[in-house]
């Protein structure tokens, strides 16, 4: 089956520690998105990456990096300097051109920092 | 800039009830418009999504209209069910450029009672 895997579920970190989420997918999707969510609210654009080797900045990229080394995988970093990270972190891919395109999304990395 | 507002939850209605969700959006240009929706402890699935003026998408019994004189895509279902319960984002993408990230409303909680 087709889809895309993010691993693990659950990742509990200390403050001051970097923590790289996984992201896999077997789409052969160009484009990869990171997405954290926050409880009550909607999905914020952390990076996104429309080929190998290339990615940009989304709306709230400070304190994370990323990394497009294979059209597979879309690695996430969360750094010390993100002052808040604990979240519920979504990896995406999309399908399509034009305006006919559609976002897929894994199961999500619920993230805690203490 | 591209915003979504969505109706502000929680929802909660008895099984067989009908179900509108309201979403309106702000958009430079032409936008695609999508509902995906979210159950505990997941990603988003995509419901339904609409690429122009008039276009219905429709889904699992699930509706929505894209009214762009109302600049609105309401989420509409006739007769909800226990299963239906879950978190309803409503969200717009751009085709122009070639991002086509998707902008998100902050979700619908539903609650739907036996």
């Known amino acids: 089956d087709g889809g895309i895997t993010q691993s693990p579920k659950y990742l509990f970190r200390k403050e001051g520690q970097n923590v790289t989420l996984s992201c896999e997918q077997n789409l052969n999707h160009d484009a990869m998105y990171w997405y954290r969510q926050d409880p009550g609210q909607g999905l914020r654009l952390i990076y996104y990456?429309?080929?190998?080797?290339?990615?940009q900045k989304g709306d709230i990229a400070e304190g994370y990096s990323v990394s497009r080394e294979k059209k597979e995988s879309f690695p996430l970093t969360v750094t010390s300097a993100q002052k808040n990270p604990t979240a519920f972190y979504l990896c995406a891919s999309r399908t399509g051109t034009g305006n006919q395109y559609e976002q897929y999304f894994g199961p999500g990395t619920r993230l805690t920092v203490t | 800039g591209n915003s979504v507002t969505q109706m502000e939850g929680p929802v909660t209605l008895s099984e067989e009830a009908f179900l509108t969700i309201n979403c309106t959006y702000t958009a430079t240009g032409y936008p695609s418009l999508f509902w995906y929706v979210q159950y505990p402890g997941e990603g988003l699935q995509l419901l339904l999504k609409a690429t122009k003026a008039d276009d219905k998408g429709s889904n699992k019994g699930f509706e929505a209209t894209y009214r762009k004189e109302t600049t609105s895509f309401h989420l509409e279902k006739g007769s909800v069910q226990v299963s239906d319960s879950a978190v309803y984002f409503c969200a717009l993408g751009l085709s122009s450029g070639s991002a086509r990230q998707l902008t998100f409303g902050s979700g619908t909680q539903l609650t739907v009672l036996p």
């Open positions: 990456s429309q080929i190998v080797n290339d990615f």
